[in-house]
């Protein structure tokens, strides 16, 4: 089993910047053999959406609509995800969710809100 919790969400204007965070615990098998992690986003009568998504060994992948504004990037030794958002749009308002890979499972965390707002 593995636990994701995230923080950093919040208000902020239009752009703005903000840093969401990832958490993850759980049996040292599982954080030693976890994969590929991602960022993910939500708003209601949406479907899921990727934002970006990283390999245990850095390789990125972004959505067209935050390429060059959202940067994804991780510390394998504090098993954390992390999110810089920079020159955010009232379009990004979401909650944003993070996985992560462990062999062929899949784990989700709960979520944080971001809104952008003025």
């Known amino acids: 089993q593995v636990q994701l919790v995230e923080s950093g969400g919040g208000l902020v204007q239009p752009g703005g910047s903000l840093r969401l965070s990832c958490a993850a615990s759980?049996?040292?098998?599982?954080?030693?053999?976890?994969?590929?992690r991602g960022w993910y986003r939500q708003t209601p009568g949406k479907q899921r959406e990727l934002v970006a998504s990283?390999?245990?060994?850095?390789?990125?992948n972004y959505a067209d609509s935050v390429k060059g504004r959202f940067t994804i990037s991780r510390d394998n030794a504090k098993n954390t995800l992390y999110l810089q958002m920079n020159s955010l749009k009232v379009e990004d308002t979401a909650v944003y969710l993070c996985?992560?890979?462990?062999?062929?499972?899949?784990?989700w965390g709960q979520g944080t809100q971001v809104t952008v707002s003025s």
């Open positions: 990283i390999t245990k060994g850095g390789s990125t």
């Open positions: 996985n992560c890979i462990v062999i062929t499972r899949v784990y």
């Open positions: 759980g049996s040292s098998f599982s954080m030693g053999n976890m994969g590929n």
